[in-house]
């Protein structure tokens, strides 16, 4: 079946880099997503990478894909306490859907 | 969470009541879901729409229903609540472009629900 999997918490301290991965099943997804979820907030679009990538970046955020061993990650540079939240995974299976990760919970000490 | 309103936000209802959930867009999006997210478990599909009149089951479906009659409007109805319904729920829109993001879908700010 479906699973996407994430670690749950990940804490850093402010000013390091943060990385979080996941790792997703299926292997025709064209596109890979990630969002945050802030305290009592809804799912915010942070990026996404498409499939045919295996790098791309976005100021301080790095995407990561590994097709092969169907591995994404997120790194955050020089994390700052505005980057504690909830981070999502997602792998796209088709006809317009998201199939989520658990989330990983990130938690930046000063 | 532009363009996206979830009502109510927060509602306490007892077991075997039945329950409405609405989310509105004003962003003119064909297609509209809702997740509900419970610890553990990220976010799951319950239903989405691809058109008006036009819905579909998603992963945990048991025990809710859909409607559209209108594109701004998807409700969600739980015909008898029960306790294991307790969760936040989630609205999301996407216009469904192939280009430049794809599925990428855009979330309303949630609607807690608890079930006594």
């Known amino acids: 079946g479906e699973d996407v999997e994430q670690s749950l918490f990940l804490s850093v301290r402010e000013g390091d880099s943060s990385v979080i991965n996941c790792t997703y099943t299926d292997s025709s997804s064209t596109y890979l997503y990630w969002y945050k979820q802030e305290p009592g907030a809804g799912l915010q679009l942070l990026t996404y990478i498409f499939s045919n990538m295996d790098m791309k970046q976005d100021q301080r955020l790095t995407v990561l894909l590994n097709k092969k061993d169907k591995h994404l990650s997120l790194r955050i540079a020089d994390t700052q306490t505005g980057d504690s939240a909830i981070y999502f995974c997602?792998?796209?299976?088709?006809?317009?859907?998201?199939?989520f990760g658990q989330g990983t919970e990130l938690s930046v000490k000063p | 969470d532009a363009g996206i309103t979830q009502s109510p936000r927060h509602k306490v209802t007892e077991t075997g009541t039945p329950v409405t959930l609405r989310c509105h867009q004003t962003?003119?999006?064909?297609?509209m879901y809702w997740y509900r997210q419970d610890p553990g478990h990220g976010l799951r599909l319950i239903h989405y729409s691809y058109g008006v009149k036009d819905t579909d089951k998603g992963e945990v479906s048991d025990g809710y229903s859909v409607s559209r009659s209108k594109t701004e409007d998807f409700l969600l109805t739980l015909e008898s609540a029960t306790s294991s319904q307790t969760s936040v729920y989630f609205c999301?829109?996407?216009?469904?472009?192939?280009?430049?993001?794809?599925?990428?879908?855009?979330f309303g700010p949630g609607t807690r629900l608890l079930v006594l």
């Open positions: 999301a829109i996407s216009d469904g472009a192939r280009t430049g993001g794809a599925e990428t879908q855009y």
């Open positions: 962003e003119n999006h064909r297609y």
């Open positions: 997602a792998e796209t299976p088709g006809g317009g859907k998201l199939i």
